[in-house]
């Protein structure tokens, strides 16, 4: 007998994310930009006049870390007996608390949700998310206006005229210097973007296909992007700005990522700890503490 659990628990963001140590509830980075070109030219012995404060466009930003937790327990008699498909009761719910735990940060650091210090009971830490930090419902007040996210759609289906607007807009605001850029998508908007290569097919006589014969088949799927404005990796994710404790997928949203610009801060890495039997059964619990570092808004951007 086999236990099978089908639920998705791919977390591309936390996956592709660098991976830092918090030292504190509260961590920070700077961001900083360049001026606009200048060629005007400097007169034969002209001498220097004035000078330029080069860290005067420095900028600093924070996020707090948020901690997520999944408790478990299995009475005395579940553990004692046999159960189909599972040969250690306690272990198996362990193993699921920290499953469960995995998709719970990975919603939180996708989502649109503001930091948020402790203020008591009922008020704990939240980590600021993604989708917040490229301005869904209204962008923070910390971020300047200079490094604010400028690359993004809310077109109801892409297209890939609309798909290519936003690289367009990406590249001209910092002109990608990462190179390589990573589309965690929605469900719907991963099916759109495939839909672009059978539009093409539907618009010509004949659509050419150079493919192996041994894999008898014909891919019109679009895993890799290659466009005028950059390459584009599109993975399919259902944790795209979702809300705390609801099932329900956004399957249009999608977070354009540029990965050397997001970075997850760890100030407890994910942990299990085994809580004293009180005479019911075993007890314990999974837990994390982190947050989630947005480089500069604008090295990224979104579809919503």
């Given at each position: 007998?086999?236990?099978?659990?089908?639920?998705?628990?791919?977390?591309?963001?936390?996956?592709?994310?660098?991976?830092?140590?918090?030292?504190?509830?509260?961590?920070?980075?700077?961001?900083d930009s360049l001026?606009?070109?200048?060629?005007?030219?400097?007169?034969?012995?002209?001498?220097?006049?004035?000078?330029?404060?080069?860290?005067?466009?420095?900028?600093?930003?924070?996020?707090?870390?948020?901690?997520?937790?999944?408790?478990?327990?299995?009475?005395?008699?579940?553990?004692?007996?046999?159960?189909?498909?599972?040969?250690?009761?306690?272990?198996?719910?362990?193993?699921?608390?920290?499953?469960?735990?995995?998709?719970?940060?990975?919603?939180?650091?996708?989502?649109?949700?503001?930091?948020?210090?402790?203020?008591?009971?009922g008020s704990p830490?939240?980590?600021?998310?993604?989708?917040?930090?490229?301005?869904?419902?209204?962008?923070?007040?910390?971020?300047?206006?200079?490094?604010?996210?400028?690359?993004?759609?809310?077109?109801?289906?892409?297209?890939?005229?609309?798909?290519?607007?936003?690289?367009?807009?990406?590249?001209?605001?910092?002109?990608?210097?990462?190179?390589?850029?990573?589309?965690?998508?929605?469900?719907?908007?991963?099916?759109?973007?495939?839909?672009?290569?059978?539009?093409?097919?539907?618009?010509?006589?004949?659509?050419?296909?150079?493919?192996?014969?041994?894999?008898?088949?014909?891919?019109?799927?679009?895993?890799?992007?290659?466009?005028?404005?950059?390459?584009?990796?599109?993975?399919?994710?259902?944790?795209?700005?979702?809300t705390s404790g609801?099932?329900?997928?956004?399957?249009?949203?999608?977070?354009?990522?540029?990965?050397?610009?997001?970075?997850?801060?760890?100030?407890?890495?994910?942990?299990?700890?085994?809580?004293?039997?009180?005479?019911?059964?075993?007890?314990?619990?999974?837990?994390?503490?982190?947050?989630?570092?947005?480089?500069?808004?604008?090295?990224?951007?979104?579809?919503?």
């Amino acid at each position: 007998m086999i236990l099978t659990i089908l639920e998705p628990e791919s977390t591309p963001l936390t996956s592709l994310a660098s991976k830092k140590k918090a030292t504190g509830t509260f961590f920070e980075w700077q961001c900083d930009s360049l001026s606009v070109s200048s060629f005007a030219g400097i007169g034969e012995g002209e001498d220097v006049q004035s000078f330029t404060n080069q860290a005067a466009n420095r900028t600093r930003l924070g996020n707090y870390v948020q901690k997520l937790r999944r408790s478990y327990m299995v009475s005395d008699m579940e553990q004692l007996v046999d159960t189909a498909g599972v040969s250690n009761e306690f272990a198996n719910a362990e193993s699921k608390a920290v499953r469960e735990l995995k998709r719970d940060f990975e919603s939180a650091i996708c989502s649109a949700q503001d930091r948020q210090a402790e203020a008591g009971a009922g008020s704990p830490y939240k980590t600021r998310g993604m989708l917040k930090w490229l301005g869904v419902g209204g962008q923070p007040s910390d971020v300047p206006a200079a490094f604010q996210n400028v690359a993004n759609d809310t077109t109801a289906t892409q297209t890939e005229t609309t798909f290519n607007t936003v690289l367009q807009e990406l590249y001209e605001a910092n002109g990608m210097p990462g190179g390589q850029l990573t589309l965690i998508a929605g469900p719907s908007l991963k099916a759109q973007i495939s839909d672009f290569s059978r539009a093409v097919a539907s618009v010509q006589s004949t659509y050419q296909v150079t493919q192996s014969a041994e894999s008898k088949k014909i891919t019109l799927s679009v895993n890799l992007y290659d466009g005028d404005f950059g390459t584009v990796a599109i993975v399919p994710s259902v944790f795209v700005n979702r809300t705390s404790g609801s099932a329900t997928v956004d399957g249009d949203a999608g977070l354009l990522i540029d990965p050397e610009y997001v970075s997850v801060f760890t100030l407890k890495a994910e942990s299990r700890s085994e809580l004293e039997d009180q005479g019911g059964g075993q007890r314990g619990f999974a837990d994390l503490i982190a947050g989630i570092s947005c480089d500069s808004p604008k090295a990224h951007g979104y579809f919503n």
